[in-house]
């Protein structure tokens, strides 16, 4: 062990620093860095207290070669960078105000300290005084006050010694983080000072004064933020320096501040859930703070307020109104535990929601405005649930099992005569409470008649054309069909509205009339519509004195995401889901609050050509298309997402493989043939068809147009499949779909992706493949003629058995042409709050039978 | 001679079509006695003047008293004798049939409105007999009579009368044509409709209606919708090849009003046969589906037509004593006929979904003068073909999907439905179907095999012979040419038996067909060479594969 003088140390530190051209940053009070100087100015100060020690035997310097020791005022604070990267260093201060840097020195922290606390602990001598046990005494003694420093870059040389007596500081290479930490606070570089800060926590936790700075930054962060209009994030820090520190200075006022702040901007977002929310996080943390107490207060007088309003209203008579005011004192105030209530809240929301039940659906999609029939092929969720609240056909398909089984809310009977080929109708001529669609007469069935068996009409439906050859009207409540042959089941040609054709004027400045055509039979019509919901009426209110109310108004809640209508819903925005993504079923069926309720039939997502483009009446590219998918792949790693992938199944056909019956017994789809499997992925067919195909079309596939259903989960499986056919040579371009290129006779797209429910495969199965609303012939002649003829052949057949054989045939026969692509069917789930009754089990569409159904009201109780 | 108009009333006579044979026109003098012929002469104060009053027996003689001498009497007698016991169609012969007018009834029915008064009903016949005498002139011999017994006077009632019921109030027998009209007045407008009854083919034609605002126009209007209701009657002289001449009746007599002309070039005759018995009264007619004949030219009563026709040698070339063939002019009265296809045998099966292309020409060879129009039979089977305006004549051309069925010429508007016989298709449809299923399995085994001949190959160069024996062993595994082949076969014979059993001929000729063309394509895109080659082409490799290796190994 060397003992050295600060004097030899220092020519050591020189020429240590002359071979590694090491240079300092700034000293401690100037932010700017500057290069410090290395070198010590010649002529030392032979003053130097340090050099009057005892010098080692053979380093000591001689007097030409002793330079000084940098002093503490030149010496510049390392950077961030070099604190953080390069090796770290001490700064030993000596009493001389020069610094030596050094290794890391031992103990740390409280270096000094540590090692004074150890000497004033040394005890006295004890024992016979020999000079040998003096001598070792003393030595001890002595040892105790030296400090071993190791010099950066003396490999060789051991450590150093230095007498305490001569150290004035010792700033640690954490002493310097802080206060670079310090610096980084002073220039408002928080995210650089918390780097540093966490660089300390993590090698030396607990290193004195890092808390406080952590305090520090964590504040003045907050404060930040909270001027950067980042209160939330603001918030967030300023709970987690409360959470350690809740004395802070300034802190109780800042979180008074960016709480309030916030529950004022939720508020005048009307989002009082978030509101509430702020409110009870400051609570939670500061009782007593006048922010709680004014904003409780304030709440609470706003749902009084409304609570107020919503009676007023209900004495009005306007329900909705009403409703709609209760709503919004809930949404206010709601009851929470522990928390102040607003008076009489529960009996006004109930009283008021019993007699006007309103249900509240979340849902992922809107109706598009301007769907018609020509567009209707690509009809989405939301168009349907549209389409079955605002009209009524007279004949609806109830249940499915081994056949459809229908029910009319129209007809009191309806008897065939004559071997069938007469059938008399007779209307019901009055309607139940809760029924929403006004009584029709025979006129109004007739006139319906008239646009469908009219061809000049756009309603025109051939295939009832084609059956029926007169239709007359008995008396105000019957009417008498004829049939030209007769139909395999009457109900199933009856599934349209009842319309009437009205003359209006053609625009607001032109007096001349244009015909149009007007639901008569309609349950719920449109009320409103925004850019986040949708809101339908019931078409007729029920009476006043009624026992019990239904379902008056259905609001449709806008969420854009799935899981977002999840969350929705176990807030308690919204009371049902019409449609959930498969992942999200357990969960929901697992709580209580719940019904989660498979529908009676499946739907099925599949691909199909456009009757009128060029490219794709290539057999030979239809097949490559089917041979190039990777199916199973998609369907489980993309669509179902859920580890149980039990709730969906490759097809080979358009028809579903099973259902529920009435009774909610599983039976097994009568149009689907089980002996047709699903074609398999075979890439290297896919490929070589490819090719083949691309010889008709001068060697190079065109690339072709994907058209796709706008749904969440089909566009995410339509870009898999486009991967799948690149991979295959098949370029595809997935389109926006707009209403313009949504035109079934358009040839701006090629194939188009499709999700379809068959409630009725015998009768549906024309329309499906001609992407047209109604069966016409001449729609047909894009298939080869044994097909086509096939297909018209089912639609003569006069007897159950023989139609599903044929369908079973052309099911064979639909897939070995590739008509279409099947890819997968998917089980569908309706989500109904237990509050809800009256739905049947299982249900065809979310929307059956809404008019009998009742919606207790029903408040959230949990905190937000 | 004139003709003469008179105004009579109808007599009833006897009805004689279906259950009785009908009267021939002529009497057969067999059954007329001395006596007759000898109340037919008539004695003049100086000379013996032989004019039979019957003015179908020819023209007068007389013959001076002085001469007459028992040798000319009794050639007279023999002449009259011979007359009268002459054949049917040697009196035909010998009558002209070209100076024969026609016997007209114009049978009109005004109905109840106070309008129609007794004197302007009165009067309207009368003007209508002077335009008919002047349009027709000696071509017809008209009895224009007021109708007491069509219910209600209108064109209801028109649509009403059936056949018997016509026959039950008109004596037939005496007329060659017959026109039902009816006059009713609506509001201002008066409305003429009209039927025309027929001897030549014993039927009741559809009803043609015009209007007029003009009380003092409804005797032209009459004579209008007559005009466009007369079919003149034609028969066949001559047959030589697709060009025939036929006879015109009254076709001596110019009508006054050249608008009246029986046939201009251009005009639609259509053929009828008629059958007769051993005592050659007619049995039946019968009509000749999708032929017509086109006037060429007119030049007094013949008229020389080209034949169009979707038969072959429909009139044939030499003519049965039994089958009498007779024409009618026709023309267009709807604006469209509803032409409904069915197989043959199965009326009540409409065939839906079968492409019906109209062309506009005359000859089947022709050029057509516009685009064609097409449709496709609807749910009852049937498309509306719409009357031409540029030439009457359309070629129908029926296809289900691309195989032809049928090609026929067809005149549209003048019946108002027509239904067409087409042979059975189901069977092709049937064959179609399998073959085309089976190119499909033929298509992938073919992209199959090409797959693993090049991944074969790619293998084998990279000296990987493990897996290209995989490969090869794939290959021999798909099918050949004598697995489809024996799918094809259980394809073919079936569909040709059911076809030999129906006796369809067109399904026999199909079915050969599509399995020849499916044959052939198997043959060629099966043909074992590709593979035999790579086995070569591998053994070689291999072989070199080996060598290499063996040196390698010296080495």
Not at chain 1, 557 to 575: I, N
Not at chain 2, 280 to 285: D, E, N, Q, Y
Not at chain 2, 516 to 524: A, F, Y
Not at chain 2, 525 to 553: F, G, H, N, S, W
Request: contains cysteine; aromatic residues 8%; proline residues 6%.
């Amino acid at each position: 062990m060397k003992r050295f003088s600060p004097a030899s140390l220092a020519c050591t530190m020189l020429a240590l620093m002359l071979c590694l051209g090491f240079s300092f940053a700034q000293s401690d009070d100037d932010p700017k860095q500057a290069p410090a100087d290395a070198a010590p100015s010649p002529g030392a100060d032979d003053d130097d207290p340090a050099k009057k020690d005892e010098s080692t035997e053979n380093t000591e310097p001689t007097e030409d070669e002793e330079e000084k020791l940098p002093k503490l005022a030149d010496m510049q604070l390392p950077t961030a960078e070099q604190l953080l990267r390069d090796p770290h260093r001490d700064w030993i201060i000596l009493k001389t105000e020069e610094v030596i840097v050094t290794e890391p020195v031992y103990p740390r922290p409280g270096t000094l300290e540590t090692m004074q606390a150890k000497i004033d602990a040394y005890p006295s001598f004890k024992g016979i005084r020999t000079p040998e046990a003096l001598a070792k005494y003393r030595d001890i003694f002595d040892e105790l006050h030296q400090l071993y420093v190791v010099l950066p870059g003396d490999d060789d040389s051991p450590e150093y010694t230095l007498h305490i007596k001569y150290i004035a500081e010792i700033r640690h290479h954490e002493d310097l983080m802080l206060r670079r930490i310090d610096v980084f606070i002073d220039e408002g570089k928080y995210r650089d000072a918390f780097e540093m800060l966490f660089v300390l926590e993590r090698s030396h936790p607990g290193w004195p004064g890092y808390v406080k700075r952590r305090d520090r930054l964590l504040f003045l962060e907050a404060g930040k933020k909270f001027d950067d209009g980042k209160a939330e994030i603001a918030l967030v820090t300023l709970e987690e320096l409360h959470a350690t520190n809740p004395r802070f200075q300034g802190l109780k006022n800042k979180l008074g501040d960016v709480t309030g702040r916030l529950i004022t901007d939720a508020v005048a977002d009307g989002n009082y859930r978030r509101a509430r929310h702020f409110l009870l996080r400051l609570k939670s943390r500061e009782d007593a703070h006048s922010v709680v107490s004014d904003w409780t207060n304030k709440l609470l007088g706003d749902s009084t307020a409304a609570l107020a309003r919503s009676q007023e209203s209900f004495a009005a008579g306007k329900l909705a109104a009403a409703v709609d005011a209760a709503e919004m004192a809930a949404r206010i105030w709601p009851n929470m535990p522990d928390q102040p209530t607003t008076r009489n809240l529960t009996p006004i929301y109930n009283r008021v929601n019993n007699r006007y039940p309103r249900l509240r659906v979340g849902v992922v999609q809107q109706p598009r405005d301007t769907t018609t029939e020509q567009t209707r092929f690509l009809a989405t969720a939301a168009n349907n649930r549209r389409r079955f609240l605002t009209q009524t056909d007279m004949f609806e398909v109830e249940h499915s099992d081994d056949s459809p089984h229908f029910r009319s809310r129209f007809f009191e009977q309806w008897e065939p005569t004559d071997l069938g080929r007469r059938v008399r109708f007779t209307l019901r001529q009055n309607r139940s409470a809760w029924e929403s669609q006004p009584v029709v007469t025979a006129n109004s069935i007739m006139s319906s008649f008239a646009a469908r068996l009219d061809p000049a009409n756009a309603l025109h439906d051939e295939r009832l054309a084609g059956f029926v050859s007169s239709v007359a009207v008995i008396s105000p409540f019957e009417f008498e069909l004829q049939f030209h042959r007769v139909p395999p089941r009457i109900e199933s040609l009856l599934t349209f509205p009842v319309t009437r054709e009205v003359f209006r004027p053609r625009a607001a400045d032109d007096n001349r009339l244009q015909q149009s055509t007007q639901l008569s039979s309609r349950r719920f019509e449109l009320a409103t519509r925004s850019d986040d919901r949708v809101v339908y009426h019931r078409l007729i209110s029920e009476p006043s004195d009624s026992y019990e109310f239904h379902v008056a108004e259905v609001v449709e809640q806008l969420y854009p995401t799935y899981e977002k209508a999840v969350q929705g819903l176990l807030r308690g925005e919204v009371s049902m889901l019409p449609r959930v993504h498969n992942r999200d079923v357990p969960q929901l069926q697992d709580d209580e609050r719940f019904d989660v309720i498979e529908t009676a039939l499946p739907v099925t997502h599949l691909i199909q050509f456009n009757p009128h483009s060029r490219v794709t009446r290539n057999r030979e590219l239809r097949r490559a298309l089917i041979f190039a998918l990777n199916r199973r792949k998609i369907l489980q790693e993309t669509v179902l997402d859920d580890p149980d992938r039990a709730r969906g199944r490759l097809v080979s056909g358009p028809f579903p493989t099973r259902g529920l019956s009435g009774n909610n017994r599983r039976v097994r789809g009568y149009a689907y043939n089980t002996k047709v499997t699903p074609r398999r992925y075979d890439p290297s067919l896919a490929a070589a068809l490819s090719l083949a195909a691309g010889k008709h079309f001068g060697g190079k596939l065109p690339e072709l147009r994907l058209l796709c259903v706008e749904d969440p989960v089909a566009l995410q499986a339509a870009r898999q499949l486009v991967k799948h056919w690149g991979a295959a040579g098949i370029r595809v371009n997935l389109l926006t779909a707009d209403d313009e290129t949504n035109k079934a006779e358009s040839t701006d797209w090629d194939i188009v992706y499709r999700i379809v429910r068959m409630t009725e495969p015998a009768v549906q199965l024309w329309p499906l493949l001609t992407l047209e609303p109604s069966a016409r012939v001449e729609s047909l002649a894009f298939l080869p003629d044994w097909l086509r003829q096939e297909l018209i052949e089912l639609d003569r057949l006069g007897d159950w058995k023989s139609a599903v054989a044929k369908l079973n045939d052309l099911h064979a026969h639909l897939a070995a042409e590739a008509v279409l692509i099947p890819l997968w069917e998917l089980d569908d789930f309706v989500v109904y709050r237990n509050t809800i009754r009256g739905y049947p089990t299982p249900p065809l569409h979310p929307y059956q039978h809404i008019e009998r159904w009742t919606v207790k009201p029903w408040l959230p109780n949990d905190s937000p | 001679m004139t003709g003469e108009c008179r105004m009579n009333l109808p007599i009833a006579s006897k009805t004689w079509e279906g259950e009785a044979p009908a009267e021939p026109r002529a009497q057969t003098p067999d059954r007329l006695s001395i006596s007759l012929s000898s109340q037919l002469l008539e004695r003049r104060s100086d000379m013996d003047v032989i004019e039979p009053t019957d003015p179908r027996l020819g023209g007068s003689f007389a013959v001076p008293r002085r001469a007459y001498c028992s040798f000319m009497k009794r050639c007279l007698v023999v002449f009259t004798f011979a007359a009268f016991f002459a054949s049917p169609s040697a009196i035909k012969a010998n009558e002209s049939f070209e100076s024969q007018p026609y016997r007209v009834l114009v049978s009109v029915a005004f109905d109840n409105d106070t309008g129609l008064s007794r004197d302007y009903r009165r009067a309207t016949l009368q003007d209508l007999a002077d335009v008919i005498d002047r349009s027709y002139g000696s071509m017809w011999q008209a009895d224009i009579v007021e109708n007491d017994w069509l219910f209600p006077e209108s064109n209801v009632g028109l649509q009403r009368v059936t056949l018997d019921h016509f026959k039950s109030q008109v004596d037939t027998a005496k007329f060659d044509k017959a026109f039902l009209v009816t006059v009713e007045m609506t509001g201002s407008r008066l409305n003429v409709s009209g039927r025309q009854w027929g001897a030549a083919t014993r039927t009741i034609g559809p009803v043609v209606s015009a209007a007029t605002f003009d009380r003092r126009d409804v005797a032209a209007t009459t004579a209008d919708v007559i005009r466009q209701l007369f079919q003149p009657v034609l028969t066949v002289e001559r047959v030589q090849g697709n060009k025939v001449t036929l006879r015109m009746q009254a076709g001596r007599h110019s009508p006054a009003d050249p608008n009246a002309a029986q046939v201009r070039p251009g005009d639609v005759i259509q053929p009828f046969f008629r059958y007769l018995d051993e005592k050659l009264a007619v049995r039946t007619i019968q009509s000749l589906p999708w032929t017509y004949l086109i006037a060429d030219s007119v030049d007094g009563g013949r008229v020389k037509c080209s034949l169009v026709s979707g038969l072959r040698s429909p009139l044939g070339s030499s003519r049965r004593r039994s089958v009498d063939v007779i024409a009618l002019r026709v023309r267009p009265h709807f604006d469209s006929t509803r032409l409904k296809l069915v197989p043959q045998g199965i009326p009540s099966k409409p065939l839906i979904g079968y492409s019906v292309e109209a062309v506009t020409k005359r000859n089947a060879n022709d050029k057509p003068k516009r685009e064609p129009l097409k449709q496709v039979t609807d749910r009852r089977g049937a498309v509306d073909i719409p009357t031409a305006t540029d030439g009457p004549l359309r070629w129908l051309y029926i296809r289900s999907g691309e195989s032809l069925l049928s090609r026929v010429p067809f005149v549209p508007g003048i019946a108002e439905a027509e239904i067409i016989q087409l042979p059975d298709d189901s069977i092709r449809l049937s064959v179609e179907g399998d073959t085309d299923l089976l190119m499909i399995r033929l298509v992938d085994t073919v992209a199959r095999r090409a797959v693993l001949i090049a991944r074969a190959r790619i293998l084998a160069r990279e000296g990987d012979w493990k897996h290209v024996d995989e490969q090869v062993a794939k290959i021999d595994k798909l099918p050949v040419i004598k697995n489809f082949e024996s799918e094809l076969t259980l394809i073919r014979v079936p569909a040709l038996e059911a076809a030999v059993r129906d006796k369809n001929r067109f399904a026999e000729a199909n079915v050969n067909h599509i399995c020849t063309r499916v044959s052939g394509l198997i043959k060629r895109y099966l043909d074992q060479a590709p593979v035999r080659t790579l086995k070569t082409d591998i053994a070689e490799l291999r072989k070199l594969d080996a060598e290499d290796k063996r040196l390698l190994k010296e080495k």
